[in-house]
């Protein structure tokens, strides 16, 4: 091992994207061997390697307890994509949590009890903690809340969502009982989101969205004159066109973006490869959409996800022309792990380097999200190790670089201190 290897290894990481389950969620319904095995993001690739919806439903139905039968209908899928990242990562928990160097029925079945022990109050923190060595998680719950966390205070931060509010979703009567503002027109609209952030913006970490499954990246400034008459269209129940989906999307985004710079809070969105499979629109996701909207709000931290894949090349060109853009590599580990090595080394030579955060597991389960750190920090290692071979940096520059990537730059972007510092005394108050 090395001493960049061994650094890597050492240094606690900053998880800046997950969308894990609660602590009830894990201890009791959490996920039996095959879901923990599989219940992330390799289904996917089963189903492009010929695996059929059912059979992957049926590997994923604890309720079954034949695990033969469970395993049998992926098996051969299994042999074509075992080598991507996601099936990489898959690997990493079967052996990692597990100690199965192949997954077979005969070993899974013997994993089962070992499983059973682990869903057990405090193992969620203790597997993130010790096992993934993670400094905390910054979690999308898909939510506004972002409350105290008493499973482990400073360890499980929460994003403010508004992915809905960018789809051009009002949820009227939700925000009613949040905030007590009744939305009937544009002005008693914005009272009701700057009374979320009110209430749940001290205790976030960040805004989220994931917009980009649902519509274009694209933004546009828009006039209250033309939102108004769609507001209302959209509060008497008749359907939006897509045009006038995004006329209040592209508004209420603004306002987000406003809000979060009022409270402090980076803006993270969700940018390039979707989810699942059988559909993804290309277009839709090119991070260069973004670019009126990153103008338009200099004093905005925008946070740039999952390395824009396929469009890599475009986000570093934004990042580096942008000061208020920081890109994240949740996710991108597993989407393509050399495909994430070569981007580093890209972004080191072409951008400011206090513009990177290295990790984010961007999953459901704590093994799962062990084995994307795992990746990560195997990833980061081959990329600042060929960056030593090829003469570029010494070896204490790259140390010194992973650092600064593993959780130097989150430290700057977060407000971690004034966060936990909120949600201390929230849960003060919680308990009196």
């Known amino acids: 091992m090395t001493d960049l290897s061994q650094h890597i290894q050492e240094t606690a990481l900053i998880d800046t994207h997950e969308h894990l389950r609660p602590e009830s969620d894990y201890t009791g319904n959490g996920p039996d061997v095959l879901q923990d095995l599989f219940g992330n993001y390799v289904p996917a690739d089963l189903i492009v390697a010929g695996a059929t919806q059912a059979a992957v439903d049926r590997l994923l139905d604890s309720s079954n307890p034949d695990i033969e039968a469970r395993w049998s209908g992926i098996s051969t899928a299994w042999q074509h994509?075992?080598?991507?990242?996601?099936?990489?990562?898959?690997?990493?928990?079967?052996?990692?949590?597990?100690?199965?160097?192949?997954?077979?029925?005969?070993?899974?079945?013997?994993?089962?009890?070992?499983?059973r022990r682990l869903r057990q109050p405090g193992e969620r923190l203790r597997i993130l903690k010790e096992e993934g060595h993670l400094d905390h998680v910054q979690i999308d719950d898909f939510v506004w809340a972002c409350l105290p966390d008493h499973s482990g205070l400073d360890f499980f931060l929460y994003d403010l969502s508004w992915v809905n509010f960018c789809r051009g979703e009002i949820r009227a009567a939700d925000l009613f009982n949040e905030t007590g503002v009744q939305v009937v027109d544009l002005t008693t609209l914005r009272e009701g989101m700057a009374a979320l952030f009110a209430k749940y913006g001290p205790c976030a970490i960040a805004v989220k969205t994931q917009h980009a499954y649902n519509r274009t990246l694209l933004w546009q400034e828009r006039r209250d004159a033309d939102v108004e008459p769609v507001l209302?269209?959209?509060?008497?129940?008749?359907?939006?066109?897509?045009?006038?989906?995004?006329?209040?999307?592209?508004w209420c985004w603004a306002r987000g973006v406003e809000l979060a710079i009022q409270h402090n809070l980076p803006f993270k969105i969700h940018t390039g490869y979707y989810a699942g499979q059988g559909y993804m629109p290309v277009e839709r996701i090119?991070?260069?959409?973004?670019?009126?909207?990153?103008?338009?709000?200099?004093?905005?931290?925008?946070?740039?996800?999952?390395i824009a894949y396929p469009y890599q090349?475009?986000?570093?060109?934004?990042?580096?022309?942008?000061?208020?853009?920081?890109?994240?590599?949740?996710?991108?580990?597993?989407?393509?792990?050399?495909?994430?090595?070569?981007?580093?080394?890209?972004?080191?030579?072409?951008?400011?380097?206090?513009?990177?955060?290295?990790?984010?597991?961007?999953?459901?389960w704590p093994n799962a999200a062990?084995?994307?750190?795992?990746?990560?920090?195997?990833?980061?290692?081959?990329?600042?190790?060929?960056?030593?071979?090829?003469?570029?940096?010494?070896?204490?520059?790259?140390?010194?670089?992973?650092?600064?990537?593993?959780?130097?730059?989150?430290?700057?972007?977060?407000?971690?201190?004034?966060?936990?510092?909120a949600i201390h005394t929230a849960s003060q108050v919680g308990e009196s």
């Open 313 to 364: 090349e475009e986000l570093i060109a934004i990042a580096k022309h942008y000061p208020n853009v920081y890109v994240d590599m949740c996710w991108a580990w597993s989407i393509n792990p050399y495909a994430a090595t070569d981007f580093v080394r890209r972004l080191i030579h072409a951008v400011p380097i206090n513009k990177l955060f290295v990790f984010g597991g961007d999953t459901g």
């Open 370 to 421: 062990v084995a994307y750190a795992r990746q990560s920090r195997a990833g980061l290692t081959r990329a600042l190790q060929a960056e030593i071979d090829a003469g570029d940096l010494r070896e204490s520059q790259a140390i010194a670089l992973a650092t600064r990537l593993m959780r130097g730059n989150q430290q700057d972007c977060f407000d971690l201190e004034g966060t936990r510092a």
């Open 286 to 306: 090119k991070p260069g959409h973004l670019c009126g909207l990153l103008q338009r709000y200099p004093q905005a931290r925008f946070v740039l996800m999952h």
């Open 81 to 115: 994509c075992q080598h991507t990242g996601y099936g990489e990562a898959t690997r990493y928990v079967a052996k990692h949590a597990y100690g199965m160097d192949d997954i077979h029925p005969a070993a899974i079945v013997a994993a089962a009890e070992h499983n």
């Open 232 to 250: 209302q269209k959209h509060l008497r129940g008749d359907e939006l066109s897509e045009a006038e989906q995004l006329c209040l999307g592209d």
